[in-house]
């Protein structure tokens, strides 16, 4: 297949501002060139993606979907990146069969079946606003194969979608991430640091465990993370950066466990088989993606959501977990050439459904 990938319109590749969306775009590219499908992407310029000459697109980046209250409209800015990519993709549309869409939002889905290509949507966040909500939904019934998904509960987070919508999970660069049987480091956690993310809840952990929390990740709302400081000013925290994905994989091992206190539903949680995919075993909320994917009491423990006691006393009990169990149930589940295939497969799928 030769395939365009229609990039996040939030920020350029390698900010960071895209979240588990730059990985996942990066493990696709090189999954789905390694399987033979060609590959040429548009993205916000200032992307950078190693073995790839990225399309550089101008224009003004879309503010993220998860900052919007649920009855917000969905608008787009004047000269906007997101209007930009699209557009450039339409005058080269010959040059594809498929546009797979990598942004959460309205203007790519409603051009669905407007294209001589195939226009494909993998959806990167759950159900945040009404307004994305019904355009999701529609584009589900009304395009057989068009839409896919990371897990389950994402999908479930959509009232009335189709049952056609395809999960496809997620996948790491196994390689990419240190295996370490160390267990007595400090606590993880690793995302944007943002209310979503619940990161306060984290903090909390380290003051009710007396163990060190190191956070990486995009400091998106500062105020954030000194508020949940001055809350548990015992708690001994250190926000060691936002790193690359590769520094990541370095140092990710050195956890003694990965706390998971999203506040939202994840859609699929890519830190979670990253730190699984070095051993570290995973204390997640049991709430959207990262409970699918941690097996309780096997590669770490899934709590009752917003439990800090129960998150706590799991800490206590994460020696029992095997960390070689942890990297095993990724190496069989969530391989980076497992997902490549799996999108393939759906890809495919769509292509014959036109
Ligand atoms: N990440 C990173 N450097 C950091 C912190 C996070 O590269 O310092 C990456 C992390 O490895 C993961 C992504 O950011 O691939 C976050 O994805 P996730 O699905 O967990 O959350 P999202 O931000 O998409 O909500």
């Known amino acids: 297949m030769r395939i365009a990938f229609a990039s996040t319109p939030v920020g350029p590749l390698g900010s960071g501002v895209g979240g588990g969306v730059e990985l996942t775009l990066e493990i696709l590219a090189n999954g789905l060139k390694k399987l033979g499908h060609s590959i040429e992407i548009f993205a916000p310029s200032g992307s950078v993606l190693a073995g790839f000459a990225v399309n550089q697109i101008d224009g003004t980046l879309q503010t993220p ?11 787009i800015a004047k000269g906007s990146v ?7 993709i339409w005058r080269e549309q010959d040059k594809f069969d498929v546009v ?7 203007l790519p889905m409603r051009l669905t ?8 949507h993998l959806v990167s966040m759950a159900s945040l606003t009404d307004a994305m909500d019904g355009v999701i939904v529609e584009t589900s019934i009304r395009y057989k194969a068009a839409i896919a998904m990371h897990s389950r509960a994402q999908a479930e987070s959509f009232s009335g979608l189709s049952p056609d919508v395809r999960i496809v999970g997620s996948g790491v660069a196994l390689d990419n991430y240190q295996f370490n049987g160390s267990v007595d480091g400090a606590l993880g956690f690793v995302g944007r640091v943002s209310a979503e993310k619940g990161v306060e809840d984290a903090v909390a952990i380290a003051e009710r465990t007396g163990l ?9 709302d500062n105020d954030h993370l000194q508020r949940a400081k001055s809350r548990y000013p015992r708690a001994s925290v250190s926000h060691e950066g936002f790193v690359t994905s590769a520094q990541l994989g370095r140092v990710l091992g050195q956890c003694r466990a990965l706390l998971v206190t999203s506040k939202w539903v994840e859609a699929f949680g890519n830190v979670v088989i990253e730190a699984l995919a070095c051993g570290v075993p995973v204390i997640a909320y049991r ?19 917003d439990n800090l006691t129960q998150m706590a006393e799991a800490v206590r009990r994460i020696g029992r977990i095997k960390r070689a169990d942890c990297r095993a149930h990724v190496t069989s589940n969530y391989s980076s050439e497992s997902f490549a295939r799996k999108v393939e497969n759906w890809l495919l799928e769509a292509l014959a459904a036109i």
């Open 82 to 88: 997101l209007e930009n990519i699209w557009d450039k």
């Open 100 to 106: 797979l869409n990598f942004a959460y939002d309205a």
């Open 65 to 75: 979907t998860q900052d919007a209250d649920r009855g917000e409209p969905i608008s």
């Open 287 to 305: 709430r959207g993606g990262p409970a699918e994917i941690v097996v309780d009491g096997q590669t770490g423990f899934t709590v009752e959501p």
């Open 113 to 120: 079946g407007l294209f001589r290509a195939r226009v494909v």
């Open 212 to 220: 060190p929390l190191k956070i990486w990740g995009l400091l998106q």
